[in-house]
């Protein structure tokens, strides 16, 4: 069983930047594809960036170039840095993990999620 706990979601004006936190149980997270998605209102939930055990980042195109998607693995976190925000950004944000083989891209496949964060962003 892994629980993941979010933190770091909040309110900002377009062009700001926010940093997620997500705290993962587990002895072996290390080997854990990560993952961050999110939804807004009346939307679909949609993967944002993902990160496999050997570090290997996939973002979405509207994020590329803006989000940063890390791990440390000895404090069993995922991180999301999230710079130049736009308002079309605002979402509940929710981290996801992956214990079996493959990081893909769909949220189907990921078994553990978070409660999510919440980020705003104004114009």
């Known amino acids: 069983q892994v629980q993941l706990v979010e933190s770091g979601g909040g309110s900002v004006q377009a062009g700001g930047s926010l940093r997620l936190s997500c705290a993962a149980s587990g002895n072996t997270y290390s080997s854990y594809c990560m993952g961050w998605f999110r939804q807004a209102p009346g939307k679909e939930r949609e993967g944002v960036a993902r990160?496999?055990?050997?570090?290997?980042?996939y973002y979405a195109d509207s994020v590329k170039g803006r989000f940063t998607i890390s791990r440390d693995n000895a404090k069993n976190t995922l991180y999301l840095q999230m710079n130049s925000l736009k308002p079309e950004d605002t979402a509940m944000y929710y981290c996801a993990a992956r214990t079996t083989y493959g990081c893909p891209a769909s949220r189907q496949l990921y078994g553990y999620w978070g409660q999510g964060t919440q980020v705003t962003v104004s114009s």
């Open positions: 990160i496999a055990s050997n570090g290997n980042t």
